[in-house]
């Protein structure tokens, strides 16, 4: 403590913490680590401190999931619901009637995909720049894109039907990556957790 003040009275920045002790305060670390700063970056240089558990215990992971989830979900509506609907109806033969499909596991997988996606996204992308965001988005997705059309070597689904899936999956990622970004950049989730917008120790 000593060492800190004589520190700060000599315009020195302290020491980072020592290891194992970023669990305290609210640095939002549960594992040990090298503290770097709680100023919604980089609390502790961790696997899971430093990345998902770190920016998940602000209010900027509580606020990306279900928002990535209505995103998804929207996007899935605009495409299946209006796009490829004449197409489908074409291909009538090759889906469930519309009275025995079920709901439920679509929304499951969008509230997993969502939260798997932002996750990997906060662990990866460094908050700031919009490029970086889109980029990394449609990296994420590019698989999802790819198993879409990888189906036609098992499946006698049309191929514009398919395209439009990889399509999809693209486009999610691009606004995903968009949205995710804004959420990292905002001044309302750059401070400590659950600080509020514009309270101390936020960004302006």
Not at 51 to 63: A, D, E, M, S
Not at 85 to 101: C, D, G, H, K, V
Not at 121 to 132: I, L, R, V
Request: proline fraction near 5%; aromatic fraction near 8%; include cysteine.
């Amino acid at each position: 403590m000593a060492i800190k003040t004589q520190a700060v009275k000599k315009g020195m920045k302290p020491a980072a913490s020592p290891e194992g002790t970023c669990g305290t305060g609210t640095c939002g670390c549960s594992t040990g680590g090298t503290c770097v700063g709680c100023d919604g970056r980089c609390p502790c240089k961790t696997i899971l401190g430093c990345t998902y558990l770190g920016q998940f215990r602000q209010k900027k992971g509580l606020v990306a999931v279900p928002l990535a989830f209505i995103l998804i979900t929207a996007v899935q509506i605009m495409v299946h619901g209006t796009i490829l609907m004449p197409a489908y109806e074409a291909s009538s033969a090759l889906w469930l009637p519309e009275e025995a499909m079920s709901i439920g596991p679509i929304y499951l997988f969008n509230i997993i995909l969502a939260a798997v996606f932002t996750m990997l996204f906060f662990t990866a992308q460094k908050y700031k720049d919009y490029n970086e965001g889109l980029r990394l988005g449609m990296l994420l997705m590019a698989p999802l894109a790819a198993m879409n059309l990888i189906t036609a070597a098992t499946m006698p689904i049309p191929s514009d039907i398919l395209w439009v899936w990889a399509a999809e999956s693209l486009a999610q990622g691009l606004l995903l990556g968009a949205l995710l970004t804004w959420i990292s950049r905002h001044k309302c989730f750059q401070g400590k957790a659950f600080g509020g917008c514009g309270g101390k120790g936020h960004k302006k």
